[in-house]
């Protein structure tokens, strides 16, 4: 999911392993002759990669804000839907707008 929200950040090799690694499902050996280059070469590449999104998700939270929406918005569909009480519905709206 992080590549999801930070790829744009990546260099196109960056973004190319890691494509055909988790999307295409490419093994490293499949990635190491493609490229022409060594398994090892690949690994360290989508291990690195993979740090530095965990680095900008710790940096910037984009993925947990994400998450905290999607929850608060099914718990205020579920609100509504139920014909819950005004106040507990503000009171879900007043955290989504907190999260940013």
């Known amino acids: 999911m992080l590549y999801d929200f930070y790829h744009e950040l990546l260099t196109n090799?960056?973004?190319?392993?890691?494509?055909?690694?988790?999307?295409e499902d490419y093994s490293l050996g499949e990635i190491s002759n493609l490229r022409d280059v060594s398994r090892q070469a690949v690994y360290d590449n989508i291990k690195r990669t993979e740090q530095l999104l965990h680095s900008y998700e710790e940096k910037l939270h984009l993925y947990e804000k994400f998450m905290k929406r999607n929850q608060l918005l099914t718990t205020l569909q579920q609100l509504i839907?139920?014909?819950?009480?005004?106040?507990?519905?503000?009171?879900?709206?007043?955290?989504l707008q907190k999260i940013d």
Do not use: A, F, P, W
């Open 81 to 95: 839907i139920n014909g819950s009480d005004t106040t507990e519905i503000v009171k879900v709206m007043d955290k």
């Open 13 to 23: 090799k960056q973004k190319e392993y890691m494509e055909l690694y988790y999307r």
